[in-house]
């Protein structure tokens, strides 16, 4: 395997000057929410990193999707502004599930630099520029020899305690997940579980107890149709004390296409889904339809669409599921969210979710008590529900960030001294 590592001089070379027109250092706006910024600026500093893209000569978008195999596939996209107008290049690697934090900044940083490369070699730190290369130790095993056959398997375990004189909550979650993807098929399992105890101490002779419990089962099973579209198989069981679902059952169909080809999917995405299938229900107490079990068949249709590019992101998603035995019985869904960089410094953001409820058929019969509704002990009626969240941000002053000072940050995770 050839590694090239890009970097200055520390001696003096015979090199061609560049020409007169050529640009000074090259400005570089780095547009990546994976990325560990400040590590590239400390170990990628052969160009100038600017706050605004408005005022840099290449933007470098950086899109990521998890692998089959639990690791990361990244697509760095460089887009040439300005002087490289029309320049733009794009490369693509993997980062492997067992790579830690410090592998994926290090492998990112690597080939950052050689997309770099060609534009700098450009400007006028050419003269400094120069290139190594590491032989590698031994040869490169080939595949086809893989053990697990494409399977990958993740399995966790949590708990929290928390409390004082007057409160104590328990929480307890375990899960476990499965996959197998390769080009032709895709197969998920995954399996979950929830436990949550709170106590209050209301007075000395009055005390409140709130017990929450869930766990699911499932599976996915798609075969790929083309470069476009794809037929799918799920199934899951469920149970929930709050929805008074003490188990379900379902098992449904569907298809799906996308107009654009599956491979672009990281920059943009348009989809419709169609899935139909069959649900059986198991209640823990009688419902407002005097129901202890039931059967309900139904369908659903959902349409989706991903875009990021240069000026920002925009998702939507919205769904209609309805039940073909009462088709009164529905639920409609909508959702977005955007972030725009509007003009220099200046960005804005957006969430919004609402949905249209009419399908609450596992409510429990008889009115909730105040205890239950303060403590979210059960699922109370309702004909809607909604989010929304906006932001704007602003940045301006000093055009170049390349200087990282870590004093009086602390560690990552943990608040400064002074308490923010």
Same mark, same amino acid.
């Given at each position: 395997?050839?590694?090239?590592?890009?970097?200055?001089?520390?001696?003096?070379?015979?090199?061609?000057?560049?020409?007169?027109?050529?640009?000074?250092?090259?400005?570089?706006?780095?547009?990546?929410?994976?990325?560990?910024?400040?590590?590239?600026?400390?170990?990628?500093?052969?160009? &100038?990193?600017?706050?605004?893209?408005?005022?840099?000569?290449?933007?470098?978008?950086?899109?990521?999707?998890?692998?089959?195999?639990?690791?990361?596939?990244?697509?760095?996209?460089?887009?040439?502004?300005?002087?490289?107008? /029309?320049?733009?290049?794009?490369?693509?690697?993997?980062?492997?599930?067992?790579?830690?934090?410090? /592998?994926?900044?290090?492998?990112?940083?690597?080939?950052?630099?050689?997309?770099?490369?060609?534009?700098?070699?450009?400007?006028?730190?050419?003269?400094?520029? &120069?290139?190594?290369?590491?032989?590698?130790?031994?040869?490169?095993?080939?595949?086809?020899? &893989?053990?697990?056959?494409?399977?990958?398997?993740?399995?966790?375990?949590?708990?929290?305690?928390?409390?004082?004189?007057?409160?104590?909550?328990?929480?307890?979650?375990?899960?476990?997940?499965?996959?197998?993807?390769?080009?032709?098929?895709?197969?998920?399992?995954?399996? @979950?579980?929830?436990?949550?105890?709170?106590?209050?101490?209301?007075?000395?002779?009055?005390?409140?107890?709130?017990?929450?419990?869930?766990?699911? #089962?499932?599976?996915?099973?798609?075969?790929?149709?083309?470069?476009?579209?794809?037929?799918?198989?799920?199934?899951?069981?469920?149970?929930?004390?709050?929805?008074?679902?003490?188990?379900?059952?379902?098992?449904?169909?569907?298809?799906?296409?996308?107009?654009?080809?599956?491979?672009?999917?990281?920059?943009?995405?348009?989809?419709?889904?169609?899935?139909?299938?069959?649900?059986?229900?198991?209640?823990?107490?009688?419902?407002?339809?005097?129901?202890?079990?039931?059967?309900?068949?139904?369908?659903?249709?959902?349409?989706?669409?991903?875009?990021?590019?240069?000026?920002?992101?925009?998702?939507?998603?919205?769904?209609?599921?309805?039940?073909?035995?009462?088709?009164?019985?529905?639920?409609?869904?909508?959702?977005?969210?955007?972030?725009?960089? #509007?003009?220099?410094?200046?960005?804005?953001?957006?969430?919004?979710?609402?949905?249209?409820? @009419?399908?609450?058929?596992?409510?429990?019969?008889?009115?909730?008590?105040?205890?239950?509704?303060?403590?979210?002990?059960?699922?109370?009626?309702?004909?809607?529900?909604?989010?929304?969240?906006?932001?704007?941000?602003?940045?301006?002053?000093?055009?170049?960030?390349?200087?990282? /000072?870590?004093?009086?940050?602390?560690?990552?995770?943990?608040?400064?001294?002074?308490?923010?």
């Amino acid at each position: 395997m050839t590694v090239l590592i890009l970097g200055w001089s520390v001696s003096a070379h015979a090199q061609q000057t560049p020409p007169l027109d050529t640009p000074p250092a090259l400005k570089v706006f780095l547009d990546c929410t994976e990325c560990d910024s400040e590590y590239q600026r400390q170990n990628v500093t052969f160009v &100038d990193y600017v706050l605004d893209r408005a005022s840099a000569d290449l933007h470098v978008l950086v899109t990521t999707q998890d692998t089959g195999g639990g690791g990361t596939s990244w697509v760095i996209q460089f887009i040439g502004l300005g002087h490289f107008q /029309n320049q733009d290049r794009t490369l693509t690697f993997a980062t492997p599930q067992r790579a830690t934090q410090d /592998n994926r900044r290090k492998e990112f940083a690597r080939v950052f630099r050689i997309g770099l490369a060609g534009y700098a070699a450009n400007s006028s730190i050419a003269p400094q520029l &120069d290139v190594a290369w590491t032989r590698p130790a031994r040869a490169v095993e080939t595949a086809g020899t &893989d053990p697990w056959n494409f399977w990958t398997f993740l399995i966790s375990a949590n708990g929290n305690l928390t409390g004082e004189q007057s409160s104590a909550t328990h929480s307890y979650r375990v899960s476990f997940s499965s996959s197998r993807t390769t080009e032709s098929w895709k197969i998920n399992m995954s399996a @979950n579980g929830n436990a949550d105890k709170r106590v209050f101490m209301i007075a000395d002779d009055r005390r409140i107890e709130s017990r929450r419990d869930s766990w699911t #089962l499932g599976g996915l099973i798609v075969r790929s149709v083309g470069g476009k579209a794809g037929t799918g198989v799920v199934a899951s069981m469920a149970r929930s004390t709050v929805s008074n679902i003490d188990r379900s059952t379902r098992v449904a169909a569907g298809v799906e296409y996308d107009f654009f080809p599956y491979s672009e999917s990281n920059r943009r995405s348009l989809t419709v889904q169609y899935t139909v299938g069959s649900n059986d229900y198991e209640y823990v107490e009688v419902t407002i339809f005097d129901k202890l079990r039931e059967t309900v068949r139904t369908h659903a249709f959902n349409v989706s669409l991903g875009l990021r590019a240069p000026w920002g992101s925009l998702g939507s998603y919205s769904n209609v599921s309805q039940h073909l035995n009462r088709r009164d019985r529905y639920r409609a869904s909508v959702s977005g969210n955007t972030e725009v960089n #509007l003009f220099k410094g200046l960005s804005f953001n957006m969430l919004a979710r609402y949905d249209k409820i @009419n399908d609450q058929i596992s409510l429990r019969k008889g009115s909730a008590s105040t205890e239950e509704i303060l403590l979210r002990q059960r699922q109370l009626a309702t004909d809607y529900s909604y989010s929304f969240a906006v932001g704007v941000s602003y940045r301006f002053g000093s055009m170049f960030n390349n200087v990282v /000072n870590p004093r009086f940050g602390g560690p990552p995770g943990f608040a400064n001294v002074f308490g923010q």
